[in-house]
């Protein structure tokens, strides 16, 4: 009983399985990042990593702005470390 069971879920998975790829390849297309905005007291940053990829953050305005192309990441440093 349980081999027939077993053999009728395995069927049913292999014959929607085509079906769900085909669903799931269709992707909405994609929408802008949005841009961030600076309140009072901050500033917006903006950096180009080489691979030509875009980010803008949001940091203090006392805090420098940081990026390392190595690993693209972007952060607010330090007013007294600077980017360590």
């Excluded at 085909?22 to 949005?34: D, I, R, S």
Aim: with cysteine; charged share 20%.
């Amino acid at each position: 009983m349980y081999r027939v069971l077993a053999a009728v879920t395995i069927a049913a998975a292999l014959a929607f399985a085509p079906a769900l790829s085909t669903a799931q390849t269709a992707a909405p297309p994609a929408k802008a990042a949005a841009k961030p905005k600076a309140g009072p007291g901050e500033k917006v940053c903006n950096y180009t990593f080489p691979g030509g990829e875009k980010r803008a953050w949001v940091c203090k305005k006392e805090e420098p702005c940081c990026a390392w192309d190595a690993i693209s990441y972007v952060k607010c440093g330090s007013t007294i470390t600077k980017c360590l």
